[in-house]
């Protein structure tokens, strides 16, 4: 399959898929080599890569992800323990989030206005 096939069925663009190729993302057990050097990808690259964009949409960093790929595979122990530390981290998040949100009704609620200088009420 070439890469452009590959695009269009992830919905990704080309420069992504040879960006995760570059950074490691996406290995050479998914390439195949023609003679003149021109890479065919094998079809298991869109389930794959599907993964790929799930975990990249739930927060993990493509560090992240080479780390984890690294490892050729994970028991389901450390899974969970991976997966468990990024709920945490989101979570951590959407507190700090609350609490900004929480600071701006402040500033609401203390009628300031920038019309007579920024900050003066």
């Given amino acids: 399959m ?8 992830v919905g ?4 992504t898929l040879r960006y995760y190729e570059k950074m490691g993302i996406i290995t050479e ?7 003149n050097n021109y890479r065919n990808y094998v079809p298991e690259i869109v389930q ?3 993964v790929v964009k799930n ?4 927060g993990f960093s493509i ?5 984890m790929i690294s490892k050729h595979g994970i028991s389901k122990d450390e899974q969970a323990r991976i997966i468990h ?13 609350e609490t900004s949100k929480q600071s701006l009704y402040g500033i609401l609620d203390m009628n300031i206005t920038c019309e007579d200088g920024f900050g003066k009420a």
């Fill in 12 to 15: 990704l663009p080309i420069s």
């Fill in 55 to 58: 975990c990249i949409a739930v």
């Fill in 85 to 97: 530390h990024k709920i945490a981290e989101i979570e951590d998040a959407q507190k700090k989030m």
């Fill in 29 to 35: 057990e998914y390439i195949l080599r023609e003679e």
């Fill in 63 to 67: 560090q992240d992800i080479k780390s």
């Fill in 48 to 50: 794959y890569i599907e």
């Fill in 2 to 9: 070439k890469i452009s096939e590959v695009a269009t069925k």
